[in-house]
């Protein structure tokens, strides 16, 4: 009985990440064949993109597009390898013969380290071809290979010092929580998301990038005459030195207690050399500051963190159910806190995530538009348009989509879209 269940857990696993592969593959070539078939400047963008950054626009997309294929496919059958020949449970076995100390805490972090590792390492060929080919070939990387590697070496020491200490906790509670264990582990995950989300900006980010204070001057007074107005309590307002990783250009506001604006340096830049005007700075941050009006990260927060609920009840129900473990090679006795957890939540509930993900992407494009329309009722719809087309412009986004693929992939309403929206409130 149980050989046919956990036979069935392991197809059931399998299955549905090669569908989630699939219909993931199946979007990408839809949009692929609509960049591959779109040579000309669509009629509503003439004058809006010259046919030469459309032309290069194009081929980026194709560039990205080829890359992505590789990648995802590497990335499924590196999963299949390793669910189908209980990978997982080697590196255990391995992990725990090899532990100079007793018990599951210890044999969980070896096991998590050698995993995490690995994982980084097969990383590693995609991340350089990307950094130092695919975006050096259209001018956007500004990465030394120093930059590079200092910046690979201090994310795998942070996300390794973090990640061992909060999965040691997260065992220990759903060993002696008792029965209602994941009100603790629900709790105890959710501070310390905050904590995390509270001290990052002042401490982790600046790590990796080198935050000044944006300088005196008109923009600056600009600014904190239009925060004064609003009564946005604007505690910092930072310049973030992206030009040393990216020719990519942005602005965000963050922040849970401490507001805080950042704004790309490559944002700033010249007009000659691509960048924004005062003005459009300036409407990009009524947009900023349109998500903080209508309290788009509290809102944003409250649902992963129900998510996160319903994510330790699934989990609460499945855990002690010998087939899941497996499933992925261990042994009837054995099962480990950790690997239940990465199997229900990374493989069992993979169509859940999906469908998740896409309801989120859905109320993040609802967000965007508001504080589109945000924006708008501050006068700022005319200069907004002008940025969105320049941000467009410099980060050479190609504005043509598969509907389908859009509706699933953007975070971010295509280019087309915002105007339009912008155009009809203004009018
Ligand atoms: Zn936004």
Same mark, same amino acid.
């Given at each position: 009985?149980?050989?046919?269940?956990?036979?069935?857990?392991?197809?059931?696993?399998?299955? =549905?990440?090669?569908?989630?592969?699939?219909?993931?593959?199946?979007?990408?070539?839809?949009?692929?064949?609509? +960049?591959?078939?779109?040579?000309?400047?669509?009629?509503?963008?003439?004058?809006?993109?010259?046919?030469?950054?459309?032309?290069?626009?194009?081929?980026?997309?194709?560039?990205?597009?080829?890359?992505?294929?590789?990648?995802?496919?590497?990335? #499924?059958?590196?999963?299949? =390898?390793?669910?189908?020949?209980?990978?997982?449970?080697?590196?255990?076995?391995?992990?725990?013969?090899?532990?100079?100390?007793?018990?599951?805490? &210890?044999?969980? +972090?070896?096991?998590?380290?050698?995993?995490?590792?690995?994982?980084?390492?097969?990383?590693?060929?995609?991340?350089?071809?990307?950094?130092?080919?695919?975006?050096?070939?259209?001018? @956007?990387?500004?990465?030394?290979?120093?930059?590079?590697? *200092?910046?690979?070496?201090?994310?795998?020491?942070?996300?390794?010092?973090?990640?061992?200490? #909060? +999965?040691?906790?997260?065992?220990?509670?759903?060993?002696?929580?008792?029965?209602?264990?994941?009100?603790?582990?629900?709790?105890?995950?959710?501070?310390?998301?905050?904590?995390?989300?509270?001290?990052?900006?002042?401490?982790?980010?600046?790590?990796?990038?080198?935050?000044?204070?944006?300088?005196?001057?008109?923009?600056?007074?600009?600014?904190?005459?239009? /925060?004064?107005?609003?009564? @946005?309590?604007?505690?910092?307002?930072?310049?973030?030195?992206?030009?040393?990783?990216? &020719?990519?250009?942005? &602005?965000?506001?963050?922040?849970? =207690?401490?507001?805080?604006?950042?704004?790309?340096?490559?944002?700033? &830049?010249?007009?000659?050399?691509?960048?924004?005007?005062?003005?459009?700075?300036?409407?990009?941050?009524?947009?900023?500051?349109?998500?903080?009006?209508?309290?788009?990260?509290?809102?944003? *927060?409250?649902?992963?963190?129900?998510?996160?609920? *319903?994510? !330790?009840?699934?989990? /609460?129900?499945? !855990?002690?159910?010998?087939?899941?473990?497996? /499933?992925?090679?261990?042994?009837?006795?054995?099962?480990?806190?950790?690997?239940?957890?990465?199997?229900?939540?990374?493989?069992?509930?993979?169509?859940?995530?999906?469908?998740?993900? !896409?309801? *989120?992407?859905?109320?993040?494009?609802?967000?965007?538009?508001?504080?589109?329309?945000?924006?708008?009722?501050?006068?700022?719809?005319?200069?907004?348009?002008?940025?969105?087309?320049?941000?467009?412009?410099?980060?050479?986004?190609?504005?043509?989509?598969?509907?389908?693929?859009?509706?699933?992939?953007?975070?971010?309403?295509?280019?087309?879209?915002?105007?339009?929206?912008?155009?009809?409130?203004?009018?």
């Amino acid at each position: 009985m149980t050989m046919i269940d956990d036979i069935n857990v392991l197809y059931s696993i399998l299955f =549905f990440l090669w569908l989630q592969y699939l219909w993931e593959l199946y979007l990408e070539i839809r949009q692929y064949r609509v +960049c591959q078939h779109t040579k000309d400047v669509p009629q509503e963008l003439r004058g809006v993109m010259n046919k030469d950054i459309f032309d290069k626009a194009r081929s980026y997309s194709i560039d990205k597009s080829s890359f992505g294929f590789v990648k995802s496919a590497v990335s #499924i059958i590196t999963s299949t =390898f390793i669910i189908y020949t209980g990978l997982l449970a080697k590196v255990w076995n391995y992990s725990q013969s090899n532990s100079p100390w007793e018990g599951e805490v &210890a044999t969980s +972090c070896i096991w998590l380290f050698i995993l995490t590792t690995l994982s980084s390492v097969l990383d590693l060929p995609f991340s350089i071809y990307y950094t130092f080919v695919l975006e050096e070939k259209y001018g @956007f990387n500004k990465q030394t290979a120093t930059f590079f590697t *200092l910046d690979k070496i201090k994310a795998y020491i942070l996300s390794q010092s973090l990640t061992l200490p #909060i +999965c040691s906790i997260i065992i220990l509670i759903v060993k002696y929580g008792g029965e209602y264990f994941f009100v603790w582990l629900w709790i105890t995950v959710g501070v310390i998301l905050m904590v995390l989300l509270t001290i990052y900006p002042s401490y982790i980010a600046p790590l990796f990038d080198k935050y000044t204070p944006l300088p005196e001057g008109e923009l600056r007074t600009n600014i904190e005459k239009l /925060a004064s107005e609003l009564k @946005f309590p604007l505690d910092q307002l930072y310049v973030v030195e992206g030009s040393k990783r990216s &020719a990519h250009s942005n &602005a965000y506001f963050y922040g849970l =207690f401490a507001k805080r604006i950042v704004l790309f340096d490559t944002l700033l &830049a010249k007009p000659e050399s691509g960048g924004c005007e005062n003005d459009e700075v300036l409407a990009v941050l009524s947009h900023e500051l349109g998500h903080w009006k209508h309290s788009h990260i509290t809102k944003r *927060l409250i649902i992963m963190q129900t998510n996160l609920l *319903l994510v !330790f009840l699934v989990f /609460a129900f499945m !855990f002690r159910y010998p087939p899941i473990y497996q /499933a992925v090679g261990f042994p009837t006795k054995l099962q480990p806190v950790l690997v239940g957890l990465l199997v229900v939540m990374q493989y069992i509930m993979v169509p859940y995530n999906e469908l998740l993900s !896409f309801l *989120l992407t859905c109320l993040s494009r609802y967000f965007e538009f508001q504080a589109d329309k945000f924006a708008t009722k501050l006068k700022k719809a005319e200069p907004l348009q002008r940025a969105l087309i320049q941000l467009n412009k410099d980060n050479l986004g190609f504005p043509v989509y598969d509907s389908l693929y859009s509706a699933w992939h953007h975070s971010h309403p295509p280019l087309l879209q915002r105007l339009d929206a912008l155009k009809t409130k203004q009018d």
